[in-house]
């Protein structure tokens, strides 16, 4: 990734500081080290610290998977940000960053005047292009016992990867792969970073999703559509409508007598009835 290009791209202030490597075994843990060290050494200053590689050796993604992460073909970052959040406010910077990516991903579509691909969230934070996952993302928490703390945005962005392993080419997809051409990826990190900040400042004030609420749901796979759902591998018999996010970043499901429950993310799945999305 080209360092002057991203640093011209960002905007002024957005960033404390920026790091690039070639080869890391994962930017969340550089990113979750560097919180560590501040509050180890009492530093109370906000940051907002980025730490992007070409390449991860041992990728991590939700629930304990592996994030493959090839070499130069993807955008693998993670955001360390000092924030004053409580505990339950955590899952709401996930949706934020997943709305941010999404938008970017329409936007620079938009701009390079490529129609063909349809972008959606998958609750929480999946991206999907055409019905395949193209991003994920997992944040972390690393709390300070002195009050507040670091939340640690890690985003996987499959960009001109072209081949998947076997055990994920059917689900996954890489923007190129969709499109059919190369996208920058400097402009596409820029363009999130500088959003997702805007983001994250407003929330830490309002402490509320009220101000994405409209957008994200516009976004959500199977709005309005029958889902199921997966607690911990296990699949639930019922079905349910899902009814979109509420200001907390819980999704509404309705059951069939009409009791809508909220779910929480952490170890549930929610599905469409026929698979992945
Ligand atoms: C998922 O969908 O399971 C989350 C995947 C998150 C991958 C990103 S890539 C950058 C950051 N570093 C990691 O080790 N994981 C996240």
């Known amino acids: 990734m080209n360092e ?18 070639d080869e890391v075994g994962s930017t969340n843990d550089m990113a979750r080290e560097f919180a560590k060290n501040r509050i180890m050494k009492g530093d ?15 990728g991590k993604g939700r629930m304990g998977r592996d994030w493959d992460s090839p070499a130069g073909t993807g ?5 360390a940000t000092r924030l004053k959040l409580s505990g ?15 938008r970017v991903i329409c936007s620079a579509a938009l701009q390079m005047g490529i129609q063909n691909i349809d972008v959606k969230i998958k609750w929480p934070n999946d991206i999907v292009v055409n019905k395949k996952k193209i991003c994920g993302i997992l944040t972390e928490l690393v709390s300070d016992p002195e009050g507040g ?15 998947f392993p076997n055990d994920i080419v059917d689900k996954a997809t890489s923007l190129f792969n969709e499109s059919g051409v190369e996208w920058e990826r400097e402009g596409l990190v820029a363009a999130i970073i500088n959003m997702f900040s805007q983001y994250l400042k407003r929330y830490e ?27 911990d591998g296990e699949r639930r018999e019922e079905t349910y409508i899902s009814r979109g996010i509420d200001n907390t ?25 026929l698979g992945y999305v």
């Open 205 to 231: 004030m309002e402490q509320s999703l009220d101000f994405i609420l409209q957008d994200y749901n516009s976004m959500l796979i199977s709005l309005g559509e029958e889902v199921v759902i997966v607690d």
């Open 249 to 273: 970043g819980a999704l509404l499901v309705e059951d069939s007598l009409g009791e809508v429950q909220r779910i929480i993310s952490g170890e549930v799945s929610v599905r469409g009835i």
């Open 88 to 102: 339950d406010r955590m899952p709401g910077v996930t949706l934020l960053s997943a709305l941010c990516v999404a």
């Open 4 to 21: 002057k290009k991203l640093e011209k791209l960002i905007t002024d202030g957005v960033i404390t500081d920026l790091h690039l490597y």
């Open 149 to 163: 703390g670091y939340v640690i945005t890690g985003i996987g962005i499959n960009t001109n990867t072209r081949y």
């Open 75 to 79: 955008i693998w970052m993670s955001l």
């Open 44 to 58: 109370k200053s906000w940051v907002n610290e980025l730490f992007i590689a070409e390449l991860q050796s041992s």
